[in-house]
């Protein structure tokens, strides 16, 4: 399964109980999406550069509607010329197959528009 494989799933809500991702199962996601950094088995990030701040403030309006459909929300950073978006499940504080799902599709988000 690869990010495109990802990108056609869609989240599940997490009602908390459950372990976050770890170890190989975390490795296994990952891997599935190269360009996301994970930051101490605890979220997920990556940057996306734009020419320009409306650009950027495009994307991040367009992910707004993405996350809303997805009821899955990822906190995001607008500055001139990037967007920094951070994604984990905040009910159990760390990462779930969810949010790669998420990230799949702001990916594919950002890519449909370039």
């Given at each position: 399964?690869?990010?495109s494989?990802?990108?056609s799933?869609h989240?599940?809500?997490?009602?908390?109980?459950i372990?976050?991702?770890?170890?190989?199962a975390?490795?296994?996601?990952?891997w599935q999406?190269?360009?996301?950094?994970?930051?101490?088995?605890?979220?997920?990030?990556?940057?996306?550069?734009?020419?320009?701040?409306?650009?950027?403030?495009?994307?991040?309006?367009?992910?707004?509607?993405?996350?809303?459909?997805?009821g899955?929300?990822p906190?995001?950073?607008?500055?001139?010329?990037?967007?920094?978006?951070?994604?984990?499940?905040?009910?159990i504080?760390?990462?779930?197959?969810s949010?790669?799902?998420?990230?799949?599709k702001i990916d594919?988000?950002?890519f449909q528009q370039s």
């Open positions: 399964m690869g990010g494989e990802l990108a799933r989240c599940v809500p997490c009602r908390g109980g372990p976050p991702l770890t170890g190989e975390l490795e296994r996601l990952k999406l190269p360009d996301w950094r994970v930051v101490d088995e605890h979220h997920i990030e990556k940057f996306f550069l734009f020419p320009d701040f409306k650009t950027g403030l495009d994307f991040v309006n367009r992910v707004g509607v993405l996350a809303e459909a997805e899955h929300h906190d995001l950073c607008l500055a001139w010329g990037r967007v920094q978006a951070i994604i984990y499940t905040h009910k504080n760390g990462l779930t197959e949010d790669f799902i998420l990230a799949a594919q988000a950002f």
